[in-house]
Every structure is written in C-alpha cells, then in structure tokens.
C-alpha cells in the first residue's frame, strides 16, 4: 500500500514536471512561432470573427464579408452617415469581395431618412452605344449565351463610381469623399486574407480567368487557400484615381484609356464617349402597403420592387399568419403569387425610360386580387408555355443593409451579374468588368443565365438599362423604420426578399430568424418549385408534389442582409449564415 503510495507520488512528481516542461516547450514554441512573420494564419486560428447576429442601440451595418462591414462601421464612427458608410462598403467590397463587389459593374440604392423622406438611386449600367437588338443571335435568329454572358462584349457600361459620387453629393455629413475610399485603397495596397469560400470559389474560376484575360491578372495568378492575401496594386491605383478626382478619376483620363484600349484587345465595344455619358440616376422608389406596413423598394429598371409589391398584393387577399410556417398551404399560395408576378415580369418590365411599364396598373390593389381569381387551393397552376429555361445556382451580386445613429437607412444591392461578371479583367486597372448585358432580353422568350424570359420591354437598345431583379427594400410600420433587408441570387432575389419581409410580418420572427429560415422559389418559368435542400419537411414536400408542383430541391437560395428596428429603440442586424456575410454595430 505505502509503496503504491510512494509510486504514485513520484509518478504525480513525474508528471507535474512533464506538465511543467510541456507547458514551457508549448510557450517557447508559441513565442517562436508568434515572431515568426507569416503571411498566413495559423490553421488554428479563424481567419475572421463572423458575427451573424447582434442587438446594440445606435447602429449597424450588415454586408457580405467582414473588412467590408468594419469599413462602414468606421465611417459611421468617424462620424459619417448611412450614406457614407454605404459608399465606402462599396469600394471595400470591390477590393474583398470580387466575385460581386465593383467598380466595374452597378446597383441600386433605397434610402430612407430619420424623417422618413424615400429615395431611390439607379447606378445601373447602361447597352454601350453600339450594342444593338440582335448583337448575340447567330446567322439562325438564336441566342448565342456564350457571347452575352463573357468576355468583352457581355459588359455594359459601369455605373458604380457615378453612383456612388451622386449618393455622395446629394447626403453625405462627413463631406469627405477621400476617406470614403480610404478603407479600400487600404485593404487593395495592403492586402486581404481571403476566407475558404474565397479561395475555392478564385481556384473553381481560373479556367475561366485564364480564356477571357490574355494579360496577367491577379485573381488567377496562383492556386488560392484560405488565409492567403490577395493584394490587388493596380486596383489600388484606379481607386486613388477615383479618390482623388471623383467620377472623371474613372468615365475620363487614364482608367477610361485603360477600358477603351481592354475592349479593343478583347473585343468589346465600349467607347470613351459611353463612358463620359454614363449618369447615374435618382428615381421615386416603389411604396405599396401591406397589412399596415408601408413597403419601400426600387422601381425599373428593377423589376424588383414591383414584383414585390405583386406578390405582396395578392398573397395580402389570404390569411398566412393563420396557416402553419412552410405547409403546403402556405407555400401553395406564396408560389401561385410569384408564378403570376414571375409572368407579369416577363412581359411588362424593362427599362422605364425606354418602354411604358404600367406600374401603377401591375401595383394596383384590384388587378392584383383579380390575378388570383383563378387561384385553387388544391392545385398548382400551369406556366403556359413550352419555352422553359435551365436556372443556374448563383448568389453573385451583393447586398448590404445600414442603419446609422440618426435612424438614417441604406439598402443597396449591387453587382457584376454573374460571378466575377465577365470574367474579363481591366488588366492596367485591377479591376473586373460586369456581364450585366445578358439581363437585357437577347432574344424575346429566351431564358437568360438565369432561366428569366424577356420580351419587347427589355430587348436591348443603346443607352437603355437592362432589367434586374435587384429588390433593396426598406419596411415601416405606423411611420417608423422597422426593417431593411436585400439579397442577392438573380432570380431568386425578389422572392426571398417577400420571405423576409412576410416572415417578420406575417410571421412575427426577429430580423434573424427571418433570414436564416429555409427558403423556396418559384419564377412562372421554369415551372419548378425550387425548395432549399435542407429544412423543408419531407410531407410538406408530398403535398405539394400532389397539387401538382413540380418541386425540385437546391442548395442555398440568397444571402439576406437584415436591419431590425425593435420597439425598444435597439437594432437588430441579421447576416445570412449561407456563406461568409458579418454584422457590426455598436
Ligand atoms: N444581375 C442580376 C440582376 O440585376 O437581377
């Protein structure tokens, strides 16, 4: 006994100095390793803090990727407003976020004021001068995909710096256009790390980088792992030219030299003169109400916010609050409005400089009750028609959602279209050109890259704006904020911005709740009810399969970015869980 005693002392002694000595090795090692300069985390570490959701009292900002939320949180520290925070995100997220984020591309902005003046800003891109009707039909009449989806010719032009300056002009306070872009010159010069998701997504493009760029570009300059730095100096360069000389820092002198001489070499068919008329544009935003809410999103050239409008109008006409979360019956009604909006797009909406879109018509309370008349609780509509595109996944394009101290909001949704846009890179510039011209109609009933038909109202024509589905929103409720939210995903953008909102109205959920909540999908045609793979329930599924939907099942479907304003003065921030989307507030 007295020996295992002693044994067990000196096996504790034995160990205790191991555990002492392992303790030092461990230290020893730490501080060795910590003096070590890496350009790369340990594998241990996160790469970022993703902060999904947070309640604080005076104001948040939700984007896509952390550096691009921290660039707005400063600004709003700094003393900025809504506004500014939202144009130096911008800029940030042409820097961290170049699958969407731009320079190159263009977007739409809904804003609401602490006093509750709306406006909306279309910094769109516009059909270069040269385009025209049939530039993507072959000898036969049919559309070539290919050529209105990359490369040169698929790029309109550019919007955002013009947009941005004009958001600037009209509600800047900090008045200090510079340190708006400060963030992102930072992060270009310096470098980011780019997450997972970020790596993998460059890798899976690099084919693709290396046939539309004949000169060297960054973004497939090496096999990508998370944590690297992606340092982009001549991005840096075209943004100090920017910083320093406003708009004509990009539509004038040396960048557009550098656009003009990008589509001789590949084929494109902007000019300087393109380039130098390029406005951006302020519009009066959609508003329609819905069960006491007054709903604030964009007009054409969004179909966004009408589409919303026409779901929200004939889903109003039945009682959802009263039927169970994600049943049959519940997403038997929501699809059966979103076919009929779907269709109503697909005919009436384009750009409204262009073509007469009856808004006031396809917003109106009575046509909207009336385009359910036909509705059948136990079956599914048929989508008319033969023609039935292939939807493609995507979540490119970018959403952000800011609310500063003064209760001032942003909701902007901004893109390349596709990923990485055009693939086709400004070589002497650092940055990627949008393929925003495969969303004009190139051919009437033929489906674009995202299975969305077109017709007269949206063919392309020199200096019209092609039609998107970009739906930035902002709700109130007896005249106070209550919610900012927008999306990305094509296609899917309209009907899971209406999820959001009707989860929080008609649902009661919290900000987060509503974003992270399963999603569903239906756009007239294809006619396929496309449910997320995972959280729908497999006898939901049946019963809608025997009303006659033809459901088919896909990964992710959009990535809301959610402002709540709480009855206790608080505001919610909800970033989508989908992918590597971050909420700062204070
Ligand atoms: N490029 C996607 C959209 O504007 O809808």
């Known amino acids: 006994m007295a020996n295992s005693i002693i044994q067990n002392q000196t096996y504790l002694t034995f160990m205790k100095a191991k555990h002492i000595l392992s303790y030092f090795f461990l230290l ?14 340990s594998p241990l570490e996160p790469i970022y803090d993703f902060t999904k959701t947070m309640i604080d009292d005076s104001a948040m900002v939700v984007t896509a990727h952390p550096i691009a939320s921290l ?49 909306a800003l279309d910094y769109r891109e516009m059909a270069p001068a040269a385009s025209t009707s049939d530039m993507y039909l072959d000898q036969n009449g049919n559309a070539i995909a290919e050529k209105s989806q990359n490369g040169a010719l698929a790029v309109g032009v550019p919007g955002t710096p013009a947009g941005m300056y004009e958001a600037f002009q009209k509600y800047s306070k900090l008045k ?59 991005l840096a360069t075209t943004l100090k030219a920017i910083a320093n000389e406003g708009p004509t820092g990009f539509y004038g002198g040396k960048v557009a030299d550098q656009i003009v001489n990008q589509m001789k070499k590949s084929g494109g068919i902007i000019t300087h003169e393109d380039l130098k008329n390029y406005q951006a544009i302020w519009r009066t935003p959609i508003t329609t109400n819905y069960r006491d809410h007054k709903i604030i999103s964009m007009p054409p050239p969004s179909s966004g916010g009408i589409a919303l409008a026409q779901i929200l109008g004939m889903v109003e006409n039945f009682n959802l609050a009263e039927m169970d979360y994600h049943s049959a019956e519940h997403i038997h009604v929501v699809v059966e ?130 039609l998107s589905s970009m739906t930035p929103t902002i709700v109130e409720k007896d005249g106070q904020l209550l919610l900012v939210c927008g999306t990305p995903g094509g296609s899917t953008i309209i009907t899971s911005v209406y999820q959001t909102v009707s989860n929080v109205i008609d649902y009661g959920m919290t900000a987060t709740e509503a974003v992270q909540s399963p999603r569903f999908h239906h756009q ?63």
């Open 28 to 41: 020893f090692f730490v501080i060795i390793l910590s003096s070590c300069k890496t350009d790369k985390p």
């Open 176 to 234: 200090d256009w510079k340190a708006l872009l400060a963030p992102a010159i930072h992060s270009a010069e310096n470098g980011f790390r780019l997450t997972f998701r970020q790596a993998g997504l460059l890798n899976k493009n690099k084919t693709k980088f290396d046939k539309y760029n004949t000169d060297p570009v960054v973004f497939n300059s090496k096999n990508w792992k998370g944590g690297d730095l992606l340092i982009q100096p001549e």
């Open 337 to 466: 409005a979103e076919r009929r909006a779907y269709a109503d797009r697909a005919t009436h909406l384009g750009d409204s400089d262009f073509y007469n879109v009856p808004i006031a018509s396809l917003i109106n309370k009575d046509y909207l009750k009336s385009r359910m008349a036909d509705f059948n609780p136990e079956k599914a509509s048929v989508s008319d028609s033969i023609i039935a595109g292939q939807m493609k996944e995507s979540l490119q394009t970018t959403h952000y959602s800011i609310v500063d101290q003064e209760g001032n909001a942003v909701s902007m949704t901004t893109t390349l279209n596709g990923g990485y846009g055009s693939k086709l890179v400004v070589a002497e510039g650092g940055f990627l050109l949008n393929n925003e011209m495969d969303d004009f109609s190139a051919k009437p009933g033929t489906p674009n890259m995202f299975g969305l038909i077109g017709a007269e109202a949206n063919k392309i024509e020199p200096g019209k704006r092609m």
């Open 524 to 586: 007239w045609l294809p006619d396929k009810l496309i449910l997320e793979e995972v959280g729908f329930d497999s006898l939901v599924i049946n019963a809608l399969a025997d009303k006659g939907h033809k459901v088919m099942k896909r990964g992710k479907i959009g990535k809301v970015e959610a402002v709540r304003f709480l009855s206790n003065g608080n505001l919610e921030g909800a970033a989508d869980i989908r992918a590597d989307d971050d909420v700062k507030g204070f």
């Open 71 to 119: 660039a707005g949180y400063d600004i709003l520290r700094q003393g900025g407003n809504a506004i500014d925070a939202a144009i130096a995100v911008q800029f940030s997220l042409a820097v961290c976020y170049p699958i969407a984020g731009n320079i190159g591309g263009g977007g739409f902005m809904v804003y609401r004021s602490s006093d509750g003046t709306i406006d």
